[in-house]
């Protein structure tokens, strides 16, 4: 069965910088997207960022969109989240998931494999 399992999380405060890591036990295939979610307590999972894993397109939420970057390599079958400029309302559970098709997909339901998640808490 493939696992996603995500790593880089941590306490860090409001500026400060951060970068997930998300590891597949199985290579994706060239019809897969990876992406990135986020869950704050007491609100739902939404999505942040998405990658087509042959490169060549992304997609961000607008919460993020000139602040965090999602990239992958796909040598080592690993996502990334580099995450700048760092906020308060940046504090939730981030989990990475994949899907086949488009990256472009802001429905939850529509990922059918998940990571365990990763916190991250911004302190002002």
């Known amino acids: 069965q493939v696992r996603l399992v995500e790593s880089g999380g941590g306490l860090v405060q409001a500026g400060d910088s951060l970068r997930l890591s998300c590891t597949a036990s199985?290579?994706?295939?060239?019809?897969?997207?990876m992406g990135w979610f986020r869950q704050a307590p007491g609100k739902e999972r939404e999505f942040v960022a998405g990658?087509?894993?042959?490169?060549?397109?992304?997609q961000y939420s607008n919460s993020v969109k000139g602040r965090f970057a999602i990239s992958r390599d796909t040598a080592s079958a690993t996502l990334y989240l580099q995450m700048n400029n760092l906020k308060p309302e940046d504090t939730a559970v981030y989990y990475c998931a994949r899907r086949t098709g488009s990256p472009a997909v802001f429905d939850v339901s529509s990922w059918n494999l998940w990571g365990q998640g990763t916190q991250v808490t911004v302190s002002s």
């Open positions: 990658i087509r894993w042959t490169g060549g397109y992304e």
């Open positions: 199985q290579r994706p295939f060239s019809s897969h997207a």
